[in-house]
């Protein structure tokens, strides 16, 4: 059992303004316990904060200040976490802090490069590679996915999110069992093989939470979301299973509701966050404190969740996210405030060890025969009933795996029983009459007889042959045992290519077919012949279609629309940006992919001249009459050097490849993730587009009657006037977008360029129309509008 009070980290999220410094300070000096100092500006002192205090400390196991890494975050938060949650006990991560402090950056990671992968991505990579360095025992990974928003929880990882609406979807509820255990219905558990696996399972929950949500629910600030990793090991043969559950946990925003300041739903909404926050509060302050004997964990789903993290059989870390900026200030002391309480409550981790009734019925049984037999042997009962057919196709099968065992140790083991000891006896004699008559040592032993009639058969011959015959059979154990070394060598060679492959137990679904260049290609994919995870990748692909792919049924006017909405996104810079990172990671590996094949064939070459060589020296010895080689042979010594310095370039290479594989891979999900982000904020923008023309419905109608443009200087610029008018009232109703890329910042004050509006997002989604008149009406005025621009020279 370990004891250990929840550990709590600060990180301070970089500030955009350099002048916000200065409201804070690191002392780092107290060694064991740093502490952050946050300093309140003399004129906020005089208002709201009531007390005046002009700064305030607060105590942490560590602080991370602006410029901490997302892999110093790692190493040094969520590493010792996922370390224990390998030896069997439960961990819990959770971060806790006002909206857009960076939470989801610090939990799952930003949604643009690699190197700003969180914790979730991190921990599947680091727990995947140790298990895949432990063959000791057989480890199970299962991973599932929770959001709880307005006190209800959802499936993220629910396949019929693609269908349905959050509101339709089942609940997931809590259960508590009479020992006063938690189970969740509804949630799904998806078993995860490897770290590709998992990290599509991360995408497809934080695709499904972003679909799911609207501006007019902002789910993700106002939701909690828990990434859970189920862990379970055995020992080969052994019933005792380990099971551990590590919980990751990006909270909702915890900003106070009176700041909030809204009306109607989202007051709702503000309200209940703070309700489900302020019930995790209440039971951390009544963990806090000594003596008391209820914990109100049943207040709230998320307390009931996260009940064995606090306070429980865990091992807990909470990291405090801050924005130290001055408008940020009393949310940051109240955070601060917040993770002191946490820090006071004491947890008991404790082993998760288990028997697995299934195996311990099986051994049982079997031990039960055992005793069976060796009673009736002691006793010297006889059993005379005929062995059952079943009983002897058994022991058939038994004895071919025996013989068929390499392993001179191996034993035949039938139990006590005489009839099926007589059985094997029986069986083998035949066996080997068999061979005798059929075999291959037939056609020399004839010769030899033809040999002995046709000669005379004088006792001096017969010596003679008799020494021949010993001569070979020596000749023969040499060369099988020479045959055994090599064998086994070759098995060696076999077994540690296979563990630098990194996969000792999956060497079949090795992504990079021995001596297939094609292999390349499927690089980024998952293995196919892991049903779970093919499965995903289709789920993921079919979801992704759905969501960005229906363009094929988008009228061609919104396609085009779409597609300067799309040149002109901010993020399309990422997008473009990635894109061009994944080409150069695809000619990277498929270059290691080459040299990895070379280095392959080259080991092959290198194996195959040293057992020629060999051969050739026992040839040697057998000629001279000496069994063994003498002295070691320095050419052989010169050939293994060569190949050992060829299998380390070989793992060096793989491993390289290896995590240019994962690179790739969480670049095409961030890819993904973004285009359907586009996507969505598309529909959004062309809805509200269409609803505008529908407002103002005589002049869209004017620009549909349009499409056949007059061409006079005179009517060109009566409709360019129209136009613009028109375009003002219709571009007013957008908020510009605060993407960089925006033509708005360099647009002149007369006239709207209609690019600039596609680039604009809403501010707000209303169902989408669907009316391909509507359509073709926006791409007319579209259309129109930049005909004239350019003709008027305003482009
Ligand atoms: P939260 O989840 O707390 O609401 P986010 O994680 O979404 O906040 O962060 C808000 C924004 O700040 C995001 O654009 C994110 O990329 C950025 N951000 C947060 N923390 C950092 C950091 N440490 N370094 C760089 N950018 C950050
Ligand atoms: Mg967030």
Request: charged residues 30%; glycine residues 4%.
């Amino acid at each position: 059992m370990v004891k250990q009070t929840i550990q709590i980290f600060a990180r301070v999220k970089p500030t955009v303004r350099k002048q916000q410094q200065g409201i804070y300070s690191i002392d780092e000096d107290e060694k064991l316990t740093p502490s952050l100092e946050i300093i309140l500006p003399r004129d906020l002192a005089d208002g709201f904060v009531n007390n005046k205090r002009e700064s305030y400390k607060f105590k942490f196991q560590r602080i991370f200040d602006q410029d901490a890494k997302q892999e110093a975050i790692f190493e040094n938060i969520a590493k010792p976490v996922a370390e224990s949650v390998l030896a069997g006990y439960n961990g819990t991560i959770f971060a806790y802090g006002q909206t857009s402090s960076g939470k989801t950056f610090t939990i799952t990671g930003g949604a643009e490069r690699y190197s700003d992968r969180g914790i979730i991505p991190r921990t599947l990579s680091y727990i995947f590679e140790q298990l895949q360095k432990d063959s000791s025992k057989i480890y199970t990974t299962h991973i599932s996915y929770l959001e709880i928003y307005n006190e209800c929880g959802y499936d993220l990882l629910d396949p019929r999110h693609e269908a349905s609406t959050l509101e339709d979807l089942p609940k997931v509820t809590v259960l508590e069992d009479p020992d006063q255990n938690i189970h969740l219905k509804n949630l799904s558990l998806h078993q995860a093989t490897t770290e590709e696996e998992a990290l599509n399972l991360l995408f497809l929950g934080d695709t499904n939470r972003m679909i799911a949500e609207t501006p007019m629910n902002q789910a993700s600030t106002r939701s909690h979301c828990i990434f859970t990793i189920h862990l379970s090991s055995k020992e080969p043969g052994s019933a005792t299973v380990r099971r551990a559950k590590l919980h990751l946990v990006d909270l909702a925003g915890s900003e106070r509701v009176a700041k909030t300041g809204v009306g109607g739903q989202l007051l709702t909404e503000a309200k209940y966050i703070n309700l489900s926050l302020h019930y995790l509060e209440q039971v951390i302050v009544a963990l806090s404190e000594k003596h008391r004997s209820h914990i109100p964990y049943r207040n709230s789903m998320m307390t009931s969740v996260l009940r064995d993290s606090l306070g429980g059989n865990c091992m807990t870390t909470m990291i405090a996210t801050l924005s130290l900026e001055k408008r940020n200030i009393d949310e940051s002391i109240s955070t601060c405030r917040f993770a002191q309480r946490v820090a006071l409550i004491r947890n008991e981790a404790v082993l998760n060890e288990e028997i697995d009734p299934r195996l311990m019925i099986l051994r049982l049984q079997k031990e039960i025969q055992e005793l069976k037999d060796e009673l009736a042997l002691v006793t010297g009962e006889q059993r005379t009933e005929a062995l059952t057919e079943a009983e002897l196709l058994q022991l058939e099968k038994l004895i071919t795996s025996f013989l068929e065992d390499q392993d001179p140790e191996s034993k035949l083991e039938v139990g006590a029983d005489m009839r099926k000891i007589h059985h094997c006896f029986h069986y083998l004699k035949k066996l080997l009459t068999d061979k005798k008559i059929h075999g291959p040592s037939r056609a020399p032993s004839s010769k030899v007889k033809d040999q002995v009639n046709q000669g005379p058969s004088t006792e001096e011959e017969y010596k003679k042959l008799r020494e021949i015959l010993q001569q070979r059979d020596n000749e023969i154990n040499i060369l099988v045992n020479m045959l055994k070394k090599e064998k086994k060598k070759a098995q060696d060679a076999l077994h540690s290519s296979s563990m630098d492959r990194g996969e000792p137990r999956r060497s079949q679904s090795s992504p990079f077919p021995p001596g297939n260049p094609e292999g390349l290609r499927t690089l980024p994919l998952s293995t196919p012949t892991q049903a779970q995870d093919s499965s995903v990748i289709q789920y993921r692909s079919s979801l992704l279609h759905r969501k960005t792919g229906v363009r094929e049924e988008m009228s061609l006017g919104r396609q085009e629309a779409f597609e300067i909405f799309k040149r002109d996104h901010a993020d399309s810079v990422t997008i473009e940006d990635n894109k061009q990172i994944l080409k150069q990671r695809f000619s990277e590996a498929k270059a290691l992919g080459e040299s990895i094949n070379e280095a392959r064939s080259k080991i092959g070459r290198l194996k195959e001249e040293i057992t020629q060589r060999h051969v050739q020296q026992v040839a040697l010895g057998i000629s001279e009459n000496t069994t063994v080689p003498s002295a070691p042979d320095p050419m052989e010594e010169k050939l293994r050097l060569q190949l050992e310095e060829e299998k380390r370039r070989y793992k060096t290479m793989f491993t390289r490849l290896k995590a240019l594989k994962v690179e790739i891979e969480h670049l095409q999900l961030l890819m993904d993730k973004a285009k359907v982000k586009l996507q969505k904020e598309f529909d959004a923008w062309w809805a509200e587009e269409a609803t505008s023309l529908q407002v103002n419905s005589p002049p869209v109608n004017s620009f549909s009657h349009m499409k056949p443009f007059p061409q006079t200087p005179e009517s060109q610029h009566e409709r360019s006037q129209l136009l613009s008018n028109q375009s003002d009232v219709y571009t007013r109703k957008i908020l510009p977008s605060p993407g960089p890329l925006l033509h708005s910042q360099e647009q002149s004050s007369t006239g709207t360029h209609l690019e600039d509006s596609i680039a604009k997002r809403p501010v707000s989604s209303v169902p989408l129309t669907g009316d391909s008149q509507t359509d073709s009406d926006i791409l007319a005025f579209i259309k129109a509008r930049q005909s004239i621009l350019q003709r008027t020279g305003c482009q």
